[in-house]
């Protein structure tokens, strides 16, 4: 495993993946019952935006920068801007939340948080990052296995992010493996499953294998930034997410649109729609 998330960090994808999953734990913690958020490729949790590797790309520059210079957000982002706000209270934008953080920040003091991390260097620093916070517990694990180790959770009610690094051929296949068997073990649980937009063709097939599993009730949100033409490049992302919250649909409508506008890169866009109906 040699990817290293340093290297991306607040990036325009990690905008996207994290203004979704703000909304879905926002949605989700309306209600009082504890939850459990299981994220099974955790990384480092909270990434140094003054660090070489990051400052080689600069890909924070052409994201949350831009998207946290931009004049007017809507409300539904501010869940989002308040958690990498508060990291810099000083102005200066440094430090930038991965989910771990994230999701560290919007949840409740009841929540449980299961983060698992292959890559021994980065368990060793995201328990650093994590330490002190008795809702959370770190495993050095295979992501892939960890549905299987940590579901179902004894509160019933829960979220997992599947946000693997995509260094590996066959990861799109992984994932529906992996929602096939968690989905399994908790059919009511909220799945997040990222992935990147290289080259449709490969998108179309994973879409199609997610809905030959008969799991109903899946939402589809991709933006993307660059045109369709190249499988070289990064062009968009998207997340599926099953079983998604109510009124998450609505949320990302409105959300998604300014966080691509405020990205400005004249090219793409963004698409909200069902995958699979209840």
Known sequence: MNYRHVFHAGNFADVVKHVVLARVLVR????????????TH????????????ALRTGEARAGVERVLAAPALPAVLAPWVDAVRALNPDGPLRRYPGSPALAATL??????????????EDVATLRRTMAGDDRVAVHHMDGWIATK???????RRGLVLVDPPFEAPDEFERMVRTLVQ?????????FVLWYPIKERPAVWRFHEAVVATGIRDVLMAEATIWPEDTHRRLNGCGLLVVNPPHGLAGDLDAALPAVHAALATGHGGTRIATLVPE
């Open 42 to 53: 955790a990384g480092i949790g909270l990434y140094d935006l003054d660090h070489p590797d």
């Open 107 to 120: 949840l409740r003091p009841d929540d449980r948080l299961v983060l698992a991390e292959l890559h021994e």
């Open 182 to 190: 968690g989905h399994r073990r908790f059919p009511q649980g909220v």
């Open 149 to 155: 180790a940590h579901l179902p959770p004894r509160e």
């Open 28 to 39: 989700m913690t309306t209600k009082a019952k504890p939850l459990r958020y299981l994220e």
